[in-house]
């Protein structure tokens, strides 16, 4: 199973990015998907899940600016990013948990990461 992230930039603050994640391979069954993100020098933190059902969760911190969306019929996640902060800066990497055809349990893949950079 691959996660192939895309969509990250610099952009001023208040301003927009919308990151896409699509999800390859062998699936068999996509679980939950979501967003983590990184900045220099701090721990991954969760930024927001969304369920097969499209129930969504956000960290606190982007709750109101942030959403996430998804499309079952494509394997692909959304992350529309608005009213951006210079602290919304950081790697942002998609994050799934799927099952293979065969596997009894499903495990968790990690997209490889894509900048986001908010600066004026």
């Known amino acids: 199973v691959q996660l192939q992230a895309s969509g990250g930039g610099l952009v001023q603050p208040g301003g927009s990015l919308r990151l896409t994640c699509a999800a390859s391979?062998?699936?068999?069954?996509?679980?939950?998907m979501g967003w983590y993100r990184q900045a220099p020098g701090k721990q991954r933190e969760l930024v927001g899940t969304?369920?097969?059902?499209?129930?969504?969760d956000y960290a606190d911190s982007v709750k109101g600016r942030f959403t996430i969306s998804r499309d079952n019929a494509k394997n692909t996640v959304y992350l529309q990013m608005n009213s951006l902060k210079v602290e919304d800066t950081a790697v942002y990497y998609c994050?799934?948990?799927?099952?293979?055809?065969?596997?009894?349990?499903?495990?968790?893949?990690w997209g490889q990461g894509t900048q986001v950079t908010v600066s004026s």
């Open positions: 391979g062998n699936i068999d069954r996509l679980y939950d």
């Open positions: 994050n799934a948990f799927a099952r293979r055809p065969g596997d009894y349990l499903s495990r968790a893949y």
């Open positions: 969304v369920t097969s059902g499209s129930n969504t």
